[in-house]
């Protein structure tokens, strides 16, 4: 990508985003990176998996330092 703020990094954030929403609609868990090809996980994956990772998902549902205490995922 370009600089911070370029026309590129701008178009591939655009890509991205709709990406996402098209993996979102079809209830898909997530999606490949128009630009980097790597799999990003949609938020309503990351909201039905009931906790955070606090590895800073791009579109990670829970609120950035909220204190969220991860539930037992073997519950």
Known sequence: ???SGSTEET?????????HAAAQERGEDGYLDPTTELFVMTAS???RRGWCCENGCRHCPYPS??????????D
């Open 65 to 74: 330092g909220s204190n969220f205490v991860p539930l037992d995922p073997t």
């Open 1 to 3: 990508m370009g600089q």
């Open 11 to 19: 178009t591939d954030l655009v890509h991205a985003a709709f990406a």
């Open 45 to 47: 994956y990351l909201e």
